[in-house]
Nanobody
Framework: QVHLVESGGGLVQPGGSLRLSCEVS????????MAWYRQAPGNQRELVAS???????SYADSVKARFSIFRSNIKNVVDLQMNTLKPEDTAVYYC????????WGLGTQVTVSS
């Protein structure tokens, strides 16, 4: 059973924006803090942004003031709005719980390049 489905990635120029979306199984969404993670080639997966069931947000220093995380309790979706993108934001982006205990989805590729 697939619990996490990410979408919205693509190729964007530096300074551009993208919005990622993750559909989450209802039972998982309702009971867990959710987060977006990313993994660049040769690097470990890192947590980028998280949001609790109460809507409290937290961000990695590298993306603060540029990324925003949202959760829709009606649609059981977690979105990541990414602005002022930099080449170093290039990675495969995944969503998961906090801590990450659900089987990872396929992720969505974000490439920032001119």
């Amino acid at each position: 059973q697939v619990h996490l489905v990410e979408s919205g990635g693509g190729l964007v120029q530096p300074g551009g924006s993208l919005r990622l979306s993750c559909e989450v199984s209802r039972s998982i969404f309702d009971a867990n803090a959710m987060a977006w993670y990313r993994q660049a080639p040769g690097n470990q997966r890192e947590l980028v942004a998280s949001i609790t069931t109460d809507g409290i947000r937290s961000y990695a220093d590298s993306v603060k003031a540029r990324f925003s995380i949202f959760r829709s309790n009606i649609k059981n979706v977690v979105d990541l709005q990414m602005n002022t993108l930099k080449p170093e934001d290039t990675a495969v982006y995944y969503c998961n719980t906090v801590p990450a205990w659900v089987n990872w989805g396929l992720g969505t590729q974000v490439t920032v390049s001119s």
